[in-house]
């Protein structure tokens, strides 16, 4: 069995889920922040992994 999951990546600013990823649970712990474009704030933010 796979270990990936998917995770979901929400904007810091508007709170809106703009990507879904995949994560190895077991070599990562903790959780995932990346910069990415958000399509609300029309700009570059945080968006960090939220639950399901």
């Known amino acids: ?3 990936e999951r998917l995770i979901k990546l ?3 600013k508007c ?3 703009n990507y ?3 994560k190895n649970k077991k070599k990562v712990e903790r959780k995932i922040e990346l910069l ?3 399509l609300w704030c029309r700009k ?3 968006h960090t992994e939220t639950k399901k």
């Open 1 to 3: 069995m796979s270990q």
């Open 10 to 12: 929400a904007c810091e």
């Open 15 to 17: 709170k809106r889920v």
């Open 20 to 22: 879904w990823s995949e």
């Open 36 to 38: 990415k474009f958000c």
């Open 44 to 46: 570059r933010t945080k």
